[in-house]
């Protein structure tokens, strides 16, 4: 069964930082790309990182300089540090697997609340 288990949400001031982390386990196949989007309500869920296996990242524009994402492929966990937050950063963080043969897989959801 697969199951990709999100932590490290919760509530932050302007200015603040988290750190998000997400599990993998049960995927058959390789991992291929790991990564963040992100979901405010009444907008569509938008890409916030991406990490291939081998390191190259990609991130949305609204967050490069703010936010890292990391990855531990022995572990199947990916991270997002999220620094200097602000209110438009709040949403729910979903984690996202890609394996090499193009399956797809998202967590369940953690909150990210920024009040200022």
């Known amino acids: 069964q697969v199951q990709l288990v999100e932590s490290g949400g919760g509530l932050v001031q302007v200015g603040g930082s988290l750190r998000l982390s997400c599990a993998a386990s049960?995927?058959?196949?390789?991992?291929?790309?790991m990564g963040w989007y992100r979901q405010a309500p009444g907008k569509r869920r938008e890409l916030v990182a991406t990490?291939?296996?081998?390191?190259?990242?990609n991130y949305a524009d609204s967050v490069k300089g703010r936010f890292t994402i990391s990855g531990d492929n022995a572990k199947n966990t990916v991270y997002l540090q999220m620094n200097s937050l602000k209110p438009e950063d709040a949403a729910v963080y979903y984690c996202?697997?890609?394996?090499?043969?193009?399956?797809?897989?998202w967590g369940q959801g953690t909150q990210v609340t920024v009040s200022s």
């Open positions: 996202t697997v890609v394996t090499l043969w193009g399956q797809n897989y």
């Open positions: 049960g995927i058959l196949g390789s991992i291929n790309t």
């Open positions: 990490i291939i296996k081998g390191g190259i990242t």
